[in-house]
């Protein structure tokens, strides 16, 4: 169901064809890239959180990890990851197929800056072998984040690409 509301989204958007079914995903980034045919930074993860009871999504590079010190900074409080058995409850989507899109609407979304080194990102789709190709403007303006914000590391080594 969370893929045909991505689609739909997608085709309400004009652009149906972004969101493509693949034969395999994988479950890491490292997979995924493997299969898009992409380096793994160019996969947009999108990360299930608690804040104060409530659901968010960070949605970073597939090279940068979350840095709970820089967390805490910016959303001054601890990281707490969602439990896996809540995410399609409160999200919409099911673990492994989190996207920033079609998702329940009191969920707020923010965009790590480690993704505005690319033009071209790939979330997943709503279902565990579905994609979505965007260029990073395309991403913000599709999700509508409630802001950028810089909550990760590792990913400078990269910065290059």
Known sequence: MSYEKVKKYFENAGLAERVVIREHIGDTV???AQAIGCEPAHIAKTMSFIQNGEPVLVVMAGDAKVDNRKYK???????????RDQVEALIGHVPGAVCPFAIHQEVKVYLDISLKRFEIVYTAGGSLNSTVKLSVEELEKHVLPVSWVDVCKDWYVNEDE
């Open 30 to 32: 490292e997979h995924a």
């Open 73 to 83: 900074a910016c959303f001054h409080q601890k990281t707490v990851m969602m439990p």
